[in-house]
């Protein structure tokens, strides 16, 4: 099992360009999320998904759309990306559900600059 | 919302020696983690503990919920112990979302 994967491992945008992050799973698991981390902090949440279909905001929402493309795949885009973005992004997934608990696998993370 | 916070923010050992991080938080929460970033900025589950005690290897962890804390032991620390350690909360029923604290940056000295 490859875990949870990201692409792309680095990225370099410029001001109001606009990319979309993809993250998988292969662990048959219920939910997804997205982080960012800036320097120095913890993770911080976008947005996460319990379930396939359904999609909600975390924390720090603004600026990023997502779209939970099927149980595997969980995609957050940038439409006009901002230097203030320019942070490493993590996926995650978990076995969430009745009954199991809600422990968070992690991907190796996007590392993106915003020039 | 839930408040974490972890001590000390950063820790410096020679190598052999223990250690024990501290995970305070503002409310009840529903589940709790421990990870280890490493150098390369990876992250890699050490426990979920919601509540009792666990142990791997040279690292264990207690949490307390009643009292709102959760503790990660580290014995006979190793070079490759190196890193940051993040300590993450679910809050009340049905939040879905973990609160990560800011970690404790731990360098282990040959």
């Known amino acids: 099992n490859a875990g949870v994967t990201q692409t792309p491992k680095f990225q370099v945008l410029k001001t109001g360009q606009s990319m979309t992050l993809q993250c998988a799973q292969d662990?048959?698991?219920?939910?997804m999320y997205w982080y960012r981390q800036d320097p120095g902090m913890g993770l911080r949440l976008i947005y996460y998904?319990?379930?396939?279909?359904?999609?909600d905001k975390g924390e720090v929402p603004n600026g990023y759309n997502v779209s939970r493309l099927n149980k595997r795949e969980f995609s957050l885009r940038l439409e006009s990306a901002a230097p203030s973005q320019t942070s490493v992004y993590f996926c995650?997934?978990?076995?969430?559900?009745?009954?199991?608990?809600?422990?968070?696998?992690f991907g190796p993370g996007t590392r993106l600059t915003v020039l | 919302g839930i408040q974490v916070e972890q001590s000390p923010p950063d820790l410096i050992l020679q190598e052999g020696a223990n250690s024990t991080l501290r995970c305070n938080f503002s409310?009840?929460?529903?589940?709790l983690q421990w990870f280890h970033q490493n150098p390369w900025g990876q992250l890699i589950n050490l426990f979920y503990?919601?509540?009792g005690t666990k142990q791997n290897g040279r690292l264990s962890a207690t949490t307390v919920a009643t009292e709102r804390y959760s503790l990660l032991y580290i014995s006979s620390s190793q070079t490759t112990d190196s890193g940051v350690y993040f300590c993450?909360?679910?809050?009340?029923?049905?939040?879905?979302?973990?609160?990560f604290g800011t970690g404790t940056r731990l360098k282990v000295l040959a």
């Open positions: 995650a997934s978990s076995l969430l559900g009745t009954g199991f608990p809600n422990e968070q696998f």
């Open positions: 662990m048959n698991h219920n939910s």
């Open positions: 998904s319990a379930s396939e279909g359904t999609t």
């Open positions: 409310d009840s929460v529903n589940n």
């Open positions: 503990i919601p509540s």
């Open positions: 993450a909360v679910e809050g009340g029923s049905g939040t879905y979302k973990y609160i």
